[in-house]
């Protein structure tokens, strides 16, 4: 059975204009919040960032240590985003770093600190959802804990070291072929359909670079634009 969430998580994130049924979840007793969720209430909190400070930057062994600091009226929190080959699967490590830091900033100063926790905190928060009817996003993020089809580490290393269109149609026709021979499932969920999504979002990546999605709510611009720890880095 789920454990209740404490009914302090149910008042802030109604304060700030957030369903909990769709904000948040049950991992294993530990309640986490969508990034999402905490860039809208971000945003309705009127929390505003200075420059994130790079602490440490290790790019060829995938390590970045970020501080954060928030504002909100007059108020003020920092704190520390840590991304990891151990800790983060993403291959984007400063990104994950700024957005870790930043959810813990804005959760320490709504008040959700300590109550909650941020979804990038840990990959270990990319559990299936106990409290509530799984989300399609929900679901999405936990199929990793369903028993993998053959081969698809083999997969996601191949995509990542796709770098241009031209590479990313040639892996698209041989995946294909093996997705179909070893009888991934397609649909809503499935393997096959997880497969397509990914080399999308590769697709988006090449295209366009990487989504700015380290710009926050908030991020206060230096010389009149904002510069994301990627840039800065």
């Known amino acids: 059975m789920a454990k209740a969430p ?116 840990s990959d270990d928060f990319k559990g299936e959802p106990t409290a509530q009817k799984p989300t399609r996003h929900a679901l999405k993020k936990d199929i990793g804990n369903v028993a993998k089809p053959d081969r698809w580490d083999e997969f996601e290393r191949e995509l990542l070291e796709c770098t241009t269109i031209l590479q990313l149609n040639k892996f698209k026709l041989a995946w294909s072929a093996i997705a179909e021979a070893q009888g991934w499932q397609d649909g809503e969920l499935g393997w096959r359909t997880v497969a397509r999504e990914e080399i999308n979002k590769r697709q988006q990546v090449i295209l366009n670079g990487l989504p700015d999605d380290d710009v926050f709510p908030g991020d206060r611009p230096s010389n009149g634009q904002h510069i994301s720890t990627l840039q800065a880095g």
């Open 6 to 121: 404490d009914p302090r998580i149910i008042e802030i994130l109604r304060k700030y204009e957030e369903d909990p049924r769709d904000a948040m979840w049950d991992c294993h007793g530990v309640w986490v919040v969508y990034h999402k969720a905490i860039e809208r209430i971000a945003a309705r909190a009127g929390i505003s960032f200075d420059m994130p400070e790079i602490v440490e930057a290790k790019s060829a062994e995938k390590i970045a240590v970020i501080v954060a600091r928030g504002f909100m009226g007059d108020r003020s929190e920092w704190s520390f985003g840590e991304a990891a080959p151990n800790n983060n699967k993403n291959a984007y490590p400063y990104a994950m770093a700024e957005k870790r830091a930043k959810d813990r900033v804005v959760l320490k100063l709504v008040g959700l600190h300590g109550l909650a926790y941020s979804e990038e905190e």
